[in-house]
């Protein structure tokens, strides 16, 4: 990869439609299971706010990755995928570089990205772009509990962030969203928050229908209150979406040891990365 004359990685580019078959031949693949980017290549690609970047050696196309830009200024960056042939030439570095750079374009002055915790290649190349580790948590599958406490959407009170059980964030089609930057009042505005009270306590989560490459799931993000009340209310939330629920909890929260035995599976463990 040679830097272009304005510095810019020569191969780097806007993705076109002819890609999809040369990129998904191995995207498909990535893991044992599969990928869920073939699910959203056509969305993706038809992005109006955002934009997907394709990385070409010698006019293949051998990688990609797209920038979703959220409206409370922050580009977020998913699904960075090398061809295993052209993996450590600094491809993904360059792709990352690229979606950040159209970002702030947009007007963003923040970055952020998920990975797994399992994924080492992918949390050194992370930290080559120069995002940092920010929180630790689980997404946890609901598994069929069933609802133990009211829920109710929120008009009242005002949730204690700095306490928070996410860090802040609620999860949004497998972004995180700071609830500050996003803001209380649009959230109940929305419908998406939701309060449950026991004892004297309150406990609060965002909850939604989300729908993302096809797959329709409900999302529940614990924000605050006590951890066993605010395990309950996602249990609560999980048994209003029938079929497919994940709850996104940090790990170590109080909360999210308590969720595997309120009709939850084991946790996967997930990063959330930033700048600044
Ligand atoms: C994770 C993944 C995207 C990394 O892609 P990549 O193109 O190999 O990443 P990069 O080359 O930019 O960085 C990886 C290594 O290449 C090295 N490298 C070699 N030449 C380089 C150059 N010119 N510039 C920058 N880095 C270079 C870097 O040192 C880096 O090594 P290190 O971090 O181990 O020290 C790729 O392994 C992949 O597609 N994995 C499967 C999908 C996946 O896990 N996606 C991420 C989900 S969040």
Redesign the pocket.
Known sequence: ?SPSGDGRPAGVRPAKREDREELMHFVSR??EWG?YVPSVWDEWLGDASGRMFV?EVDGRPV?M?HLRYLEEGVGW????????D???????????KRAIEHAKGLGADRFR????AS?L??Q?????LGLSRKLSFGIFEAKGGSASVACEPAVGGVPDLRSSHLGGFFADRWALRSVREYGVAKLRREGRLFAARRDGSEAFAVADAASFGGERFGQVSLLCGEPDLAADLAASLAARFSGHCYAFCSLGSGSAELLPAKGFGEPDEMLLYGAP
């Open positions: 990869m990535t893991w990928d990385a990688g990755n960056l998913e699904g960075v995928r090398v061809h295993p052209y993996r450590g030439r600094g491809l993904a570095t360059e792709l990352g990205l998920i990975t797994s994924n290649s992918a050194k190349q992370i930290a080559r």
